[in-house]
């Protein structure tokens, strides 16, 4: 069985509030083109086409991430349109000035994962307002996802779009002296850290909620000469253990859908780190079926 832990719902709504453009359907066809996708059409049928992409390759169930605060109502309509097969996790910014009202509407419309990105939206982690986000998790049975590290959003360089991102924000460290406050709240930090692999592994250490995900290429390994993928996923397995890795892979648009690529590599690369059968089934599916196996 695989369960992907880290997929983008790029809706037409992210689209619009990504371009400061609303509505403007003759815009998102531009911005889309711009950016080599398809269109992404209604959020109903992105969601259908999500799921004839994780049939053909044999995905059982997807986290999807509406990755702009905003457009939490397109991957909720993808969620009830199909509750078997998606979870949903939304980026949410604690200081925005509507904070409160977006995080419950969230909540009550049974999105699971609250995705925190300080580095992108300018706050500290030990800020009260992000202990805040994890009571509520704590209450609604829901995981926080914290973006660590290096941060880049392809679409925004795409479109030249600047990104002033605060990286120093985004240590693991401080994500774990506020995760150990909250042992029975699942933490995610997606890439291992994305950089800051050595502290990701620390944290995970320190604190038994922490999980690490997978995802993506892990390009920050270049930070880490000779540093390979498969060194990774040990170091890991020694630290985290298997019960604490979510496979994901950061699948985001169409044409180019689900990247199998990613999944080839990492199934690779844990056969190459003495990973048994037992150990990938926990990390491929077993996980995350255990982080969101109810729906509320």
């Given at each position: 069985?695989?369960?992907?832990?880290?997929?983008?719902?790029?809706?037409?709504?992210?689209?619009?509030?990504?371009?400061?453009?609303?509505?403007?359907?003759?815009?998102?066809?531009?911005?889309?083109?711009?950016?080599?996708?398809?269109?992404?059409?209604?959020?109903?049928?992105?969601?259908?086409?999500?799921?004839?992409?994780?049939?053909?390759?044999?995905?059982?169930?997807?986290?999807?991430?509406?990755?702009?605060?905003?457009?939490?109502?397109?991957?909720?309509?993808?969620?009830?349109?199909?509750?078997?097969?998606?979870?949903?996790?939304?980026?949410?910014?604690?200081?925005?000035?509507?904070?409160?009202?977006?995080?419950?509407?969230?909540?009550?419309?049974?999105?699971?994962?609250?995705c925190l990105f300080p580095a992108m939206h300018g706050?500290?982690?030990?800020?009260?307002?992000?202990?805040?986000?994890?009571?509520?998790?704590?209450?609604?049975?829901?995981?926080?996802?914290?973006?660590?590290?290096?941060?880049?959003?392809?679409?925004?360089?795409?479109?030249?779009?600047?990104?002033?991102?605060?990286?120093?924000?985004?240590?693991?460290?401080?994500?774990?002296?506020?995760?150990?406050?909250?042992?029975?709240?699942?933490?995610?930090?997606?890439?291992?850290?994305?950089?800051?692999?050595?502290?990701?592994?620390?944290?995970?250490?320190?604190?038994?909620?922490?999980?690490?995900?997978?995802?993506?290429?892990?390009?920050?390994?270049?930070?880490?000469?000779?540093?390979?993928?498969?060194?990774?996923?040990?170091?890991?397995?020694?630290?985290?253990?298997?019960?604490?890795?979510?496979?994901?892979?950061?699948?985001?648009?169409?044409?180019?859908?689900?990247?199998?690529?990613i999944y080839d590599t990492q199934r690779a690369a844990?056969?190459?780190?003495?990973?048994?059968?037992?150990?990938?089934?926990?990390?491929?599916?077993?996980?995350?079926?255990?982080?969101?196996?109810?729906?509320?």
């Amino acid at each position: 069985m695989i369960c992907d832990a880290h997929c983008h719902f790029f809706s037409r709504r992210f689209l619009e509030i990504l371009t400061h453009d609303p509505h403007a359907a003759q815009a998102v066809e531009h911005t889309s083109a711009a950016l080599g996708w398809d269109p992404p059409g209604p959020p109903e049928q992105l969601a259908d086409r999500w799921i004839q992409e994780l049939d053909r390759h044999d995905v059982s169930r997807a986290a999807l991430i509406a990755s702009v605060p905003g457009d939490e109502n397109s991957v909720a309509i993808a969620v009830a349109r199909h509750p078997a097969r998606f979870v949903g996790f939304f980026m949410f910014n604690p200081v925005a000035s509507d904070a409160d009202l977006r995080l419950e509407r969230a909540i009550n419309a049974r999105l699971r994962g609250i995705c925190l990105f300080p580095a992108m939206h300018g706050y500290d982690l030990d800020d009260s307002r992000v202990a805040a986000v994890f009571a509520v998790a704590g209450r609604h049975d829901a995981a926080v996802f914290i973006h660590c590290g290096a941060l880049t959003v392809g679409a925004r360089r795409k479109l030249g779009l600047a990104s002033p991102f605060d990286w120093r924000r985004g240590d693991p460290l401080a994500a774990a002296a506020v995760a150990i406050r909250f042992p029975n709240v699942p933490v995610i930090i997606p890439h291992f850290g994305a950089g800051f692999f050595r502290e990701a592994l620390m944290a995970a250490d320190q604190c038994p909620n922490i999980h690490l995900d997978t995802s993506s290429s892990n390009g920050w390994m270049k930070y880490y000469p000779g540093l390979t993928l498969e060194d990774v996923f040990q170091q890991a397995l020694v630290v985290a253990g298997p019960e604490r890795l979510l496979f994901g892979t950061d699948s985001s648009f169409f044409p180019r859908g689900w990247q199998k690529p990613i999944y080839d590599t990492q199934r690779a690369a844990l056969d190459a780190a003495g990973a048994d059968a037992g150990m990938q089934d926990r990390i491929f599916g077993g996980n995350f079926n255990r982080l969101f196996g109810s729906r509320r």
